[in-house]
């Protein structure tokens, strides 16, 4: 067991510094903290990222290593009313509403780093898309692509083509593979590994069956119960806090 456990280790270690080599790929971008005083951060702030489960390790091996007690506990309780409220316009829970900041930019995943570079065309499928599945919830928030944000190449302006996204796409994908993750379940669907940071975080830190009963109660319609049920379950958090952030 100790072999197997090592080896998985090894495997996700390794997986980590394929997902770095492939950002380094990718072109440097300017003009999202460059004109935040313009757009206020809405795309974070009525966006939420669907990200990789390699994706999730990177950020969350950064944070227990990096922030303390306090932040992540804020997290995780931010995480779990994120799932339990299940709003259509969530918004990213590590998007700093007083600052205006993301609070893991350098880290930030492949579709953060492509929003506002994406060609048109193929975002304006997406947008459609989700428009149309949105359509009759009157508290859904919809966001065009960001005009602001330009990429670069070797300190010249680039147009990045849909190819070289989909062939980025498909080496993170293979990423992915390389970690464990059997192709079947690369998808967005129930059992998928193409979630939401907050789902990641959730699925991460509970049992299986602390994960079933908080989906219980996303269904709840009383929020004054939803939040005592969110108080009991972070009192529990709290005591174990040190073992999850160590474990990391």
Same mark, same amino acid.
């Given at each position: 067991?100790?072999?197997?456990?090592?080896?998985?280790? !090894? %495997?996700?270690?390794?997986?980590?510094?394929?997902?770095?080599?492939?950002?380094? +790929?990718?072109?440097?971008?300017?003009?999202?903290?460059?004109?935040?005083?313009?757009?206020?951060?809405?795309?974070?702030?009525? #966006?939420?990222? #669907?990200?990789?489960?390699?994706?999730?390790?990177? @950020?969350?091996t950064y944070i227990c290593d990096k922030w303390d007690i306090k932040d992540l506990i804020e997290l995780i309780e931010l995480s779990i009313r994120t799932y339990v409220y299940n709003k259509?316009?969530?918004?990213?829970?590590?998007?700093?509403?007083?600052?205006?900041?993301?609070? /893991?930019?350098?880290?930030?995943?492949?579709?953060?780093?492509?929003?506002?570079?994406?060609?048109?065309?193929?975002? !304006?499928?997406?947008?459609?898309?989700?428009?149309?599945?949105?359509?009759?919830?009157?508290?859904?928030?919809?966001?065009? #692509?960001?005009?602001? %944000?330009?990429?670069?190449?070797?300190?010249?302006?680039?147009?990045?083509? #849909? &190819?070289?996204?989909?062939?980025?796409?498909?080496?993170? @994908?293979?990423?992915?593979?390389? /970690?464990?993750?059997?192709?079947?379940?690369?998808?967005?669907?129930?059992?998928?590994?193409?979630?939401?940071?907050?789902?990641?975080?959730?699925?991460? /830190?509970?049992?299986?069956? @602390?994960?079933?009963?908080?989906? &219980?109660?996303?269904?709840?319609?009383?929020? !004054?119960? +939803?939040?005592?049920?969110?108080?009991?379950?972070?009192?529990?958090?709290?005591? !174990?806090?040190?073992?999850?952030k160590n474990a990391g």
């Amino acid at each position: 067991m100790a072999k197997k456990k090592s080896r998985k280790r !090894n %495997i996700i270690k390794e997986g980590l510094k394929k997902l770095d080599y492939l950002y380094s +790929k990718l072109p440097e971008t300017k003009g999202c903290f460059e004109n935040l005083n313009k757009c206020k951060g809405k795309c974070c702030l009525y #966006q939420n990222p #669907q990200v990789f489960y390699i994706e999730f390790l990177n @950020v969350w091996t950064y944070i227990c290593d990096k922030w303390d007690i306090k932040d992540l506990i804020e997290l995780i309780e931010l995480s779990i009313r994120t799932y339990v409220y299940n709003k259509p316009t969530k918004g990213c829970i590590f998007f700093d509403k007083k600052k205006y900041l993301c609070e /893991i930019h350098n880290k930030r995943p492949f579709n953060c780093f492509f929003y506002g570079i994406t060609p048109s065309e193929e975002f !304006n499928k997406r947008y459609e898309k989700i428009k149309k599945l949105y359509e009759n919830n009157p508290d859904a928030i919809f966001m065009e #692509q960001c005009n602001l %944000i330009k990429a670069y190449s070797d300190g010249k302006e680039k147009i990045v083509s #849909q &190819k070289e996204i989909d062939d980025w796409w498909n080496e993170l @994908v293979e990423i992915e593979k390389y /970690i464990g993750v059997k192709k079947k379940n690369i998808n967005d669907e129930e059992g998928g590994s193409y979630r939401t940071f907050h789902d990641h975080i959730l699925l991460k /830190i509970m049992p299986h069956e @602390v994960f079933v009963e908080l989906e &219980k109660i996303r269904i709840m319609k009383n929020i !004054n119960s +939803k939040d005592i049920v969110i108080e009991t379950f972070m009192k529990l958090f709290k005591k !174990n806090i040190e073992k999850i952030k160590n474990a990391g």
